[in-house]
Antibody
C-alpha cells in the first residue's frame, strides 16, 4: 500500500522560503509513470492545487503561485519536494502531497496526512 | 471565489438521498474535462471518492455515485449514514489563462 508522508518546517518567517518534502513508501517513485503533486488548505477554507511534477519531468504550477513555486523529484531518495518563496501570512495552510495518474486529467488517488505550515515572525 | 461552485451545505436524515452540485463553465467542466470528488472527514486528509466523473476507486461504497452533464456535475449519496458527515469537494481542470487544476469551495454534509 502506497503511503506518503510530508515533512518540513512548521514555522516560516515572512519573506523566507517554505520547504517541504514528501517521502513515498510502499512503492518506488520511479516505477509507473505517475504524477506527484502538492495541494494546500488554509485553516477553515477549501483546497488549492499548487503544482505537479510528472514522470517525464514536466512541471505544472498554479498560475497564481507560479512565480514562487518549484516542485521537484529526488528519485534516489524516493521523495519529492516543494519550495515556495517570499511567503506571507496568506501562505499559512495545511500542505498535502498527493500521487496522481500518469496522464489525462489529474486527480489525487493517494494523499499524505498533511502538515501545517504557519508563516509568522 | 471558486471557479467551481458548490452549495455550502446540504443535510439529510439517515437513509435518505442527498446530492451535491458542482457548477462550472465552458472552460472547465463544459470543455469536457473530467470531474473528481473527494471526501474530507474532520481533521483528516481528503480521500478520493469518484474519479473520471463516475468511477469509484476500490473500497468506496456504491452508495456514492457521480455524474456529469453540460457544465455541471453531481455527487449523490444514497442511504445516508452518520459516517458520511464530512466536507465534499469537486475538482476539475480549467483551461482559462494558463490552465490549472481547480477545486470547488466544498460542501458540508450534515446527517440530521
Amino acid at each position: 500500500q502506497l503511503q506518503l508522508q510530508e515533512s518540513g518546517s512548521g514555522l516560516v518567517k515572512p519573506s523566507q522560503t517554505l520547504s517541504l518534502t514528501c517521502a513515498v513508501s510502499g512503492g518506488s517513485i520511479s516505477s509507473g509513470a505517475y504524477s506527484w503533486s502538492w495541494i494546500r488548505q488554509p485553516p477553515g477554507k477549501g483546497l488549492e492545487w499548487i503544482g505537479s511534477v510528472y514522470h517525464s519531468g514536466s512541471t505544472y504550477y498554479n498560475p497564481s503561485l507560479k512565480s514562487r513555486v518549484t516542485v521537484s523529484v529526488d528519485r534516489s531518495k524516493n521523495q519529492f519536494s516543494l519550495k515556495l518563496s517570499s511567503v506571507t501570512a496568506a501562505d499559512t495552510a495545511v500542505y498535502y502531497c498527493a500521487k496522481g495518474p500518469a496522464a489525462g486529467n489529474w486527480y489525487g488517488d493517494y494523499w499524505g496526512q498533511g502538515t501545517l505550515v504557519i508563516v509568522s515572525s | 471565489q471558486s471557479v467551481l461552485t458548490q452549495p455550502p451545505s446540504v443535510s439529510g436524515a439517515p437513509g435518505q438521498r442527498v446530492t451535491i452540485s458542482c457548477t462550472g463553465s465552458s472552460s472547465n467542466i463544459g470543455a469536457g474535462y473530467d470531474v473528481h470528488w473527494y471526501q474530507q472527514l474532520p481533521g483528516t486528509a481528503p480521500k478520493l471518492l469518484i474519479h473520471g466523473n463516475s468511477n469509484r476507486p476500490s473500497g468506496v461504497p456504491d452508495r456514492f455515485s457521480g455524474s456529469k452533464s453540460g457544465t455541471s456535475a453531481s455527487l449523490a449519496i444514497t442511504g445516508l449514514q452518520a459516517e458520511d458527515e464530512a466536507d465534499y469537494y469537486c475538482q476539475s481542470y480549467d483551461s482559462s489563462l494558463s490552465g490549472s487544476e481547480v477545486f470547488g469551495g466544498g460542501t458540508k454534509v450534515t446527517v440530521l
